[in-house]
């Protein structure tokens, strides 16, 4: 099992910023991946940026050089820092966790940009 607590998101007016945490029980080393999907109404769930557990990083082409993945291993803490915030940007972001052949969802936090 890997427990995933997600917290961070809210309300950004657009060009704002927002930081997402993705907390688990688990050393984040012993897990293959770790990243962050979004879902907005409506459409499917897509990947917004995952990383490995070797550090190799995944980044969507529509946040690329906005938002950026970082690790805390002391806290075992994943992190999204979303900057320059867009009105498409909005959608529920869930935190993932893939290892041993089994992948973990975090319960969702809302994301809503706009003015």
């Known amino acids: 099992q890997v427990p995933l607590v997600e917290s961070g998101g809210g309300l950004v007016q657009p060009g704002g910023s927002l930081r997402l945490s993705c907390a688990t029980s688990r050393s984040i080393f012993s897990i293959n991946s770790m990243g962050w999907y979004r879902q907005a109404p409506g459409k499917q769930r897509e990947l917004v940026a995952t990383?490995?557990?070797?550090?190799?990083?995944n980044v969507a082409d529509s946040v690329k050089g906005r938002f950026t993945l970082s690790r805390d291993n002391a806290k075992n803490t994943l992190y999204l820092q979303m900057n320059s915030l867009k009105a498409e940007d909005t959608a529920v972001y869930y935190c993932n966790a893939w290892t041993n052949g089994y992948a973990y969802w975090g319960q969702g936090t809302q994301v809503t940009v706009s003015s």
């Open positions: 990383i490995t557990s070797g550090g190799y990083t």
